[in-house]
């Protein structure tokens, strides 16, 4: 599912229950022309900045992060963190990349914890 058809599929949802989640009313909400919103889920431009994305996932209930990554981009924390380190976080991510879900998880768990 692309970035757009995901937004659209979402701001639908919502709007079945609640008319504020119209296009036109999404679009006045985040700061862009309907159009350009329309044009999104469409697919016909590509994702709008970051900031038009996180306006957008706090509009629909939805993670930024994931929004973000649909759309192709890394949020600009992300980035400074990595910019900071490149090698090791590549490595990192790298190593990481087949694991399963869980041991991501525990691996972010016992860092945040400080149980590494």
């Known amino acids: ?3 757009g058809e995901y937004i659209r599929e979402h701001r639908e ?3 079945s229950v609640d008319r504020r989640f119209s296009v036109r ?14 044009k999104i889920e469409r697919g ?3 994702p709008p900045s970051e900031a038009k994305i996180r306006a957008l996932a706090e509009e629909l209930g939805e993670d930024s992060d994931v ?3 649909m759309a192709g981009k890394v949020s600009s924390d992300l980035q400074e963190i990595i910019r900071k380190r490149p090698q090791l976080f590549a490595e990192l991510i790298r190593q990481l990349k087949s694991a399963p879900d869980h041991a ?3 691996i ?4 945040r914890d400080g149980d590494w």
Do not use: N, W
Not at 108 to 111: F, G, I, P, S
């Open 44 to 46: 016909d431009v590509a």
């Open 108 to 111: 972010a768990r016992d860092v």
């Open 13 to 15: 949802a919502l709007k």
């Open 67 to 69: 929004l973000l990554a």
């Open 104 to 106: 991501l998880l525990r």
């Open 25 to 38: 009313q999404v679009a006045q909400r985040i700061g862009v022309e309907p159009a350009y919103l329309s």
């Open 1 to 3: 599912m692309t970035f």
